[in-house]
């Protein structure tokens, strides 16, 4: 069984810095994680991601960057139905780079408290509550992404204890050896795709804003509440 883990930069992140390398066959990190821990494997970083902050990695290490990470989410759908957010993108690379059995997550809560630290490392920018036509739901983002890796027979789960806006199941290290994907309602989920498919607002570059007079809001916030039917979340 192949388990991945994917680091984000909240402060419960830092709960990975002692951690042992088991169970994880492969450590993800995004943006400033990788300061986290140095056995990571991959880095995934959007194009402005500032170069000084980012590391210079080993021969076992690579950077992840649209390139890469463009493509892959296109084949899940794109930008617009997937979410426009670094940890959603992440996710999706790595179904499509790395095939896990187990895609647990960390730090990648999207629960910001009004006032202190937001981040491991202090404050930072809010990345899924700015305005987006891709984040309308993040409750419902997630709920695909659970049911696209189900049926890929990859359960994702969440090793935060805190409040999140991720809809995973929650585990600890502990239970991922025996993680299965969760139940999901099949066919909603085909009518779901079938949706999408009819609605066709992929964008191929991924630059979604900039065609964004063509997406309709009452479509997109419908397709929301299929994909949390399908992943049976009340």
């Known amino acids: 069984m192949s388990i991945a883990l994917m680091l984000g930069s909240a402060p419960n992140a830092l709960d990975a810095r002692q951690w042992p390398r088991a169970p994880f066959d ?7 994680a990788w300061r986290i821990r140095d056995d990571w494997d991959d880095l995934c970083c959007p194009w402005d ?11 076992h290490q690579r950077l992840i960057l649209q390139e890469d990470f463009v493509p892959t989410q296109n084949l899940y759908g794109g930008f617009v139905y997937a979410g ?3 940890a959603f993108t992440t996710a999706y690379w790595m179904l499509a780079a790395l095939k896990p059995k187990v895609l647990a997550v960390l730090g990648c809560d999207m629960h910001y408290p009004p006032s202190g630290q937001t981040h491991f490392y202090g404050t930072g920018t809010a990345d899924p509550l700015r305005p987006d036509i891709t984040l309308r739901s993040l409750e419902a ?11 890929q027979g990859c359960a994702m789960v969440n090793l935060s204890t805190g409040p999140s806006r991720l809809v995973f199941p ?9 993680t299965r994907p969760s139940a999901f309602d099949a066919a909603l989920a085909r009518a779901a795709l079938a949706r999408e498919a009819t ?10 804003w900039e065609e964004a007079e ?21």
């Open 170 to 178: 929650r585990a600890t290290r502990a239970d991922l050896p025996q």
């Open 199 to 208: 609605l066709a607002y992929q964008v191929p570059s991924g630059r979604y």
């Open 214 to 234: 063509r997406f309709d809001t009452a479509e997109l916030d419908s397709l929301d509440q299929m994909w949390l039917a399908a992943a049976q979340i009340t």
């Open 141 to 151: 983002k997630s709920a695909r992404l659970m049911v696209l890796a189900a049926l």
């Open 84 to 86: 426009g957010t670094m």
């Open 26 to 32: 492969h450590i993800v990190a995004i943006n400033n």
């Open 49 to 59: 991601f500032p170069q000084d902050r980012r590391p210079s990695p080993t021969t």
